[in-house]
Every structure is written in structure tokens, then in C-alpha cells.
């Protein structure tokens, strides 16, 4: 787990932490020109909603592509799936799933553990505690002032 996640989960390990890790600046990211339109717009939205939260910088820009394709092509999966059901029937007589829904549910455990690392589903998010938006912040600013 990278330092900044463990600080604002608390420490749980209790491990000491490293002093002279990078800490990169937060930055308002573009999507890259190679997207296609419909990844675009989902990269918008998503790296929109994380610079928000304090969390977008930019050595992220891999990883917040891998999980809006990874959102698109689960997205498509589902539509798939929608018109040819979960379930086909093989020529010997037994259901077993489509292909669109096995690849799905691979889908779904990316982007599953995509959205844990920027710490966007709820179980993730628990484990962090940021103070944007919280009295912490406050309490950190008059420190800083203070000083």
C-alpha cells in the first residue's frame, strides 16, 4: 500500500513509515488523444470526481486509463450480455455461460480492484480517511499557520 494511503488509514500495519518517499503534486489531468470518445467521456467524469477528492496527481495517468477502459470495455460486456443472456446451450444438450458473461465477470474483478486503488468503492474507502472537506483540514491549516 503506497505511504499516503497508509497515513490516511491511520497506519494500520503500525510500521514505520518511510521518510523520502515522492510525494507528486495533484494535477487536473487530459485524457490522451488515443481514447476513443466514449473512454474519453468517462475519463472526464472520473478524473474530475478523484481531482476533487485530492487523490489525481499526475504519475496516475496509467492507472486512471487502465480503469476507465477497463469501466468502458465491462460496460460493453454488459450490453452484451443484456441481448444474449448469461446462458447458452451447447450442441450436447448442457447450459454452460456465454462468453460475454465470463468475460464479464473477469471485468469485474479489474475493475473491482481498479476502483480500490484510487479508492472508489466503499470497502477501499473505508480505509481512508482524507481531510479535504473535514475539520482535519482546518486543524492541519491552523498548525501550518500557527507554526
Given amino acids: 500500500m503506497p505511504t499516503a494511503l497508509k497515513i490516511l488509514a491511520g497506519n494500520p500495519g503500525k510500521r514505520k513509515l518511510p521518510e523520502n518517499e515522492p510525494k507528486p503534486d495533484l494535477v487536473q489531468l ?3 488523444d488515443h481514447l476513443d470518445a466514449k473512454t474519453k467521456e468517462v475519463w472526464l467524469v472520473l478524473a474530475n470526481k478523484l481531482f476533487g477528492c485530492g487523490i489525481l496527481s499526475f504519475v496516475d495517468d496509467i492507472a486512471l486509463e487502465m480503469l476507465t477502459t477497463t469501466y468502458v470495455e465491462w460496460r460493453e460486456l ?39 486503488e484510487f479508492g472508489m468503492s466503499p470497502s477501499s474507502r473505508s480505509r481512508i480517511n482524507t481531510v479535504i472537506g473535514h475539520q482535519n483540514l482546518k486543524d492541519e491549516l491552523d498548525k501550518f499557520i500557527n507554526y
Fill in 30 to 32: 487530459i485524457a490522451p
Fill in 78 to 116: 454488459d450490453e452484451e450480455v443484456k441481448k444474449e443472456g448469461r446462458k447458452q446451450v451447447t450442441q450436447s444438450g448442457y447450459q454452460c455461460p456465454t462468453a460475454a458473461w465470463s468475460m464479464k465477470k473477469v471485468k469485474h474483478k479489474e475493475l473491482l480492484t481498479l476502483l480500490g
